[in-house]
């Protein structure tokens, strides 16, 4: 079956710590995304990449960093700069960056404490 | 910048009809999109208008009124598992393209 995967679905981290969430896609797809999500809002645009080797910030990129190394990979890493890391963090892919529609992932809930 | 606007929650019953808004303030605009998602879940694609009109599939409509900046999401024969909250979102040209979503209307369908 075709999809986005993202591991784990919770993850715990003490403050201070660096974390690497992972998403990988099977769906041939050019274009990857990470959104964050925090309760009763909507979702805010991290990294994004519309080719492999490719990436731009999004409108909230302060804390994090990601690489595109391989067209099905794209791993978001949050750093110990990002000042309120915890939220629940969604991966996304599209045919192309112009594509209507993306394919999320099942989220990563990331807690730091 | 752009900005959406939705309302937080709506409430209906069972079998009956839901319309959900969204007005948006964006510069070159290219089109509206809404979203699904439930409570932990992943976020799932429901349409996409590029123009003016409305769009159906199935239960689910679609309407867009670029002039308006306007749009709205009708949902039909309510269910209990569209329960859920559903999130507009646009894209235009000051997001190189990428989407801005709303904050997301939580529809609560009773029996």
């Known amino acids: 079956d075709g999809g986005i995967t993202q591991s784990p679905k919770y993850l715990f981290r003490k403050e201070g710590q660096n974390v690497t969430l992972s998403c990988e896609q099977n769906?041939?797809?050019?274009?990857m995304y990470w959104y964050r999500q925090d309760p009763g809002q909507g979702l805010r645009l991290i990294y994004y990449?519309?080719?492999?080797?490719?990436?731009q910030k999004g409108d909230i990129a302060e804390g994090y960093s990601v690489s595109r190394e391989k067209k099905e990979s794209f791993p978001l890493t949050v750093t110990s700069a990002q000042k309120n890391p915890t939220a629940f963090y969604l991966c996304?892919?599209?045919?192309?960056?112009?594509?209507?529609?993306?394919?999320f992932g099942p989220g990563t809930r990331l807690t730091v404490t | 910048g752009q900005s959406l606007e939705q309302p937080s929650e709506v409430t209906a019953v069972e079998g009956a009809i839901v319309q959900m808004n969204c007005t948006y303030q964006?510069?070159?605009?290219?089109?509206l999109s809404w979203y699904q998602q439930h409570d932990g879940g992943a976020p799932t694609f429901l349409s996409y208008?590029?123009?003016?009109g409305l769009e159906e599939t199935g239960r689910f409509s679609s309407f867009l009124s670029r002039s308006d900046s306007y749009g709205y999401l009708l949902l039909q024969e309510l269910q209990m598992k569209d329960s859920a909250s559903y999130f507009c979102?646009?894209?235009?040209?000051?997001?190189?393209?990428?989407?801005?979503f709303g904050k997301g209307t939580k529809l609560s369908v009773k029996p």
């Open positions: 990449s519309q080719i492999v080797n490719d990436f």
């Open positions: 964006t510069s070159g605009f290219y089109g």
């Open positions: 769906l041939n797809h050019d274009a």
């Open positions: 208008n590029a123009l003016d």
């Open positions: 996304a892919s599209s045919l192309t960056a112009s594509a209507n529609e993306q394919y």
């Open positions: 979102a646009v894209r235009d040209e000051g997001s190189q393209g990428n989407l801005i």
